[in-house]
């Protein structure tokens, strides 16, 4: 098994210009986060998905949309990115809400915004 | 509000040494408790978790955690370090279907 894989590794944009990022787990997972990390304050929650077709808001929505239109897959989408979007973008799934809160993490992609 | 505090900003120990990794949390509940760690340009990956039961937990790589609600902590420890335990460490309570991390502890080991 793969686990969870995120697609791409790393991007260059440029203020204003749009990009999805995609995130796969091939565990049956019905629960699907996104995160972004960045220095002295852990990882904070974009938007998460309990099951296909479904997403909320998480922590720090604003500037970022989701789908999940199939269970293995859950993309974030920048419509018009800003510099305080550079990050690093996590994506993670877990099996239940029971088990939720043990997630299993991606390798993450480094987005950059000049 | 729940969260989750990570006083240690950078901890260094000496190769062999013990580590202990700070995690004060606060929750309205019995909280789900979490360490992951962190490799450089790595995902997280879990070491342990606290749901109930014994209050001591065993994880990977020979990490343990303690679970003490009267001071809302739940501390990471190792009796002895190796090189490769350099990495960052976040601490985690699980609240409704979502994860409230700490900030983290960068860990640095001297040969």
């Known amino acids: 098994n793969a686990g969870v894989t995120q697609t791409p590794k790393f991007r260059v944009l440029k203020t204003g210009q749009s990009m999805t990022l995609l995130c796969a787990q091939d565990m049956n997972h019905e629960y699907m986060y996104w995160y972004r990390q960045d220095p002295g304050m852990g990882l904070r929650l974009i938007h998460y998905?309990?099951?296909?077709?479904?997403?909320a808001k998480g922590e720090v929505p604003d500037g970022y949309n989701v789908s999940r239109l199939k269970k293995q897959n859950f993309l974030l989408g920048l419509e018009s990115a800003a510099p305080s979007q550079t990050s690093v973008y996590f994506c993670?799934?877990?099996?239940?809400?029971?088990?939720?809160?043990?997630?299993?993490f991606g390798p993450g992609t480094r987005l950059t915004v000049t | 509000a729940q969260s989750v505090t990570q006083p240690d900003i950078h901890i260094t120990v000496s190769e062999g040494a013990s580590l202990e990794l700070r995690c004060n949390y606060s929750?309205?509940?019995?909280?789900?408790l979490f360490w992951y760690v962190q490799s450089p340009g790595q995902g997280l990956q879990l070491l342990l978790k606290y749901f109930s039961g014994d209050t001591l937990v065993q994880g990977i790589k020979g990490f343990e955690a303690e679970f003490k609600r009267s001071q809302s902590s739940f501390n990471l420890r190792k009796p002895s370090v190796h090189w490769s335990d350099a990495a960052e460490y976040f601490c985690a309570v699980g609240s409704s279907y979502k994860l409230i991390f700490g900030s983290g502890t960068r860990l640095l080991v001297r040969p």
């Open positions: 998905s309990v099951g296909e077709g479904t997403t």
């Open positions: 929750y309205g509940a019995t909280p789900y």
């Open positions: 993670a799934s877990s099996y239940s809400s029971a088990g939720a809160y043990e997630q299993y």
